[in-house]
């Protein structure tokens, strides 16, 4: 479903109909509900000074999701010289974790690709693009080039600044400007020629004939490896992370699993997973210790009346956290529906937007898949709790008889809690309603 928003172009000069980008299979930005997905394409009509270029639409790389700050080019659909129509998919653009389908909302030509299939980096904004209303001006856009520009750096406003830079071989980019709105002058140079920044930039030549005799190969960052990796790092880095670590005795929990496979099997239905029961006991944990499905903010603690669930994914394109909305209210066999759904898409690099956004707390299982006994979990921002599950194993315990033993079968699981948010107390709270619900699963269905 795409709509129009009619802004004002760059300098006030004209008002223009701005394209909208909408979802295909493989985007994972958007709505944070279930509802149809656009988002505004960076767009501008633009009247050019120089007599030979007639008017014309600069398309920009849009920004499809709060972390984007950059995007590829997959392929173009169109070609330059074609004519497009309202609706109509001018080109496919690789976000963070998925591909997006770019429509036109408005009938023209393309009389220019900028940046060709396959560009890469390419910033939030940048002109990637330009359409023309007439098929006549399309031949005037032959060698056109978008003014170049440095988004990454500071303006420089001392010419001073700007010739010490480049004398120096310093990167505009690494300095932050303290000149008004924010402008390098001389000092900021200075100051990072004192500050021995330069010095520590070159060691890695240092390092050249140690490469040199060893064997690697670079693997270039993904556009997902880049957005996890910065979120990770704004999560370690600001949320005060702590851990609780409980055992939980499973063995009714698989004996309840077993009986309801019995009863799903004979009626065609799909296998009920030990994760399911895991997704099912944590979100009626949350809905019992309601501070635990909260986040953080300067100003309040948001606490939420849906208890969503998101389920780590591993795939071959990175990791993907789908989200099971109001997985308190669902039955087991709709949970491990979804689940592998989900699973499925997420392997396939086609995730849409209301497939991942909105979740309330995370649920990460090393345990199942890869036997892993106990592991601690980085906290998926905006969300202040992440469970880890660990596997279960068997052990020996003190039987009803004084020297009588039995073995029962444990799993470990470990709540990564934000401080800010989880006092200590509300965090083993909600543990002790967590195994509860394992330890006695019969209540859950009730």
Request: with cysteine; net charge negative.
């Amino acid at each position: 479903m795409s709509s129009t928003y009619d802004t004002t172009a760059l300098f006030g000069i004209q008002k223009s109909n701005i394209s909208t980008t909408t979802t295909k299979m493989g985007s994972i930005t958007g709505s944070l509900f279930n509802r149809d997905f656009s988002c505004p394409l960076n767009s501008r009509r633009c009247f050019s000074s120089v007599s030979d270029l007639p008017p014309h639409q600069e398309i920009g790389m849009p920004s499809l999701s709060p972390t984007m700050t950059e995007g590829n080019i997959a392929r173009w659909l169109k070609k330059e010289g074609d004519k497009i129509s309202t609706g109509e998919v001018l080109c496919e653009v690789e976000t963070d974790k998925a591909t997006v389908e770019m429509e036109c909302m408005e009938e023209g030509y393309l009389a220019k690709i900028i940046r060709g299939d396959g560009a890469k980096e390419i910033k939030v904004g940048e002109v990637i693009a330009i359409t023309v209303e007439d098929e006549d001006d399309i031949s005037k856009f032959k060698d056109y080039q978008p003014p170049a520009s440095d988004a990454s750096a500071p303006p420089v406003k001392d010419p001073l600044a700007r010739k010490l830079a480049e004398e120096n071989n310093v990167p505009l980019s690494s300095i932050k400007g303290t000149g008004p709105d924010g402008r390098i002058v001389k000092a900021d140079i200075e100051d990072y020629l004192a500050s021995g920044v330069k010095e520590v930039s070159a060691a890695p030549k240092a390092q050249v004939g140690i490469d040199a005799v060893l064997d690697y190969t670079d693997v270039p960052h993904s556009q997902i490896r880049k957005v996890t990796a910065s979120r990770l790092l704004l999560s370690k880095q600001t949320i005060p992370h702590y851990y609780l670590t409980v055992d939980t005795c499973v063995d009714k929990l698989m004996g309840l699993r077993s009986k309801l496979n019995s009863l799903q099997e004979a009626s065609g239905g799909a296998r009920i997973s030990v994760n399911d029961l895991v997704i099912k006991a944590a979100a009626l944990a949350l809905r019992k210790v309601p501070r635990c499905n909260s986040s953080w903010t300067d100003d309040y603690i948001r606490q939420y009346h849906n208890v969503n669930i998101n389920v780590a994914v591993q795939t071959d394109n990175g990791l993907f956290v789908p989200v099971i909305r109001d997985a308190d209210k669902k039955g087991l066999s709709k949970i491990g529906e979804e689940v592998k759904q989900l699973a499925k898409k997420a392997r396939e690099n086609s995730l849409k937007p209301q497939d991942y956004e909105g979740g309330t707390f995370t649920v990460s299982n090393l345990g199942g898949p890869f036997g892993i006994k106990q592991f601690c979990a980085i906290i998926n921002p905006p969300q202040s709790g992440i469970l880890a599950v660990g596997s279960a194993e068997k052990r020996v315990i003190p039987g009803s008889g004084s020297e009588q033993y039995e073995f029962a079968s444990f799993m470990s699981v470990t709540l990564s809690c934000d401080h800010r948010v989880i006092d200590g107390a509300v965090g083993a709270e909600w543990l002790k309603a967590f195994k509860g619900y394992v330890e006695n699963p019969e209540s859950m269905l009730l």
